[in-house]
């Protein structure tokens, strides 16, 4: 899990810091990290439903956390890189709230 939460920490100190919801979108590779990380999610719900009827260590279930939170980050760092020219940047919901703070 170190490895983890070394790559993440990596990852994650070059990008901005978020002030909105990310869609799961933008180029094709930041978008299949996306649907990984939906995987990844999905998993750590069955262990905890798992857990719920049988005795479970809890390592399982913090390593798929932590695995769906470095998808999330890959996913801003390939949507940067760009790869297929089709992107670059994250793609944002847009909010009402967003709207009116930006005078848009």
């Not at 070394?6 to 933008?26: D, M, S, T, V, Y």
């Not at 695995?67 to 670059?88: M, Y």
Request: proline share 4%; aromatic share 4%; hydrophobic share 45%.
């Amino acid at each position: 899990m170190l490895r983890l939460d070394e790559a993440l920490a990596q990852h994650n100190a070059n990008l901005p810091r978020l002030k909105e919801f990310i869609l799961p979108a933008g180029t094709r590779s930041a978008a299949i990290a996306h649907v990984c990380r939906t995987v990844a999610r999905r998993a750590e719900r069955a262990v905890v439903a798992l857990a719920a009827h049988e005795p479970v260590n809890v390592a399982p279930r913090q390593y798929l956390n932590r695995l769906s939170d470095l998808l999330f980050v890959l996913a801003r760092v390939l949507n940067r890189a760009n790869l297929d020219g089709l992107g670059g940047d994250d793609v944002y919901w847009q909010s009402e709230r967003l709207k009116r703070d930006t005078g848009e």
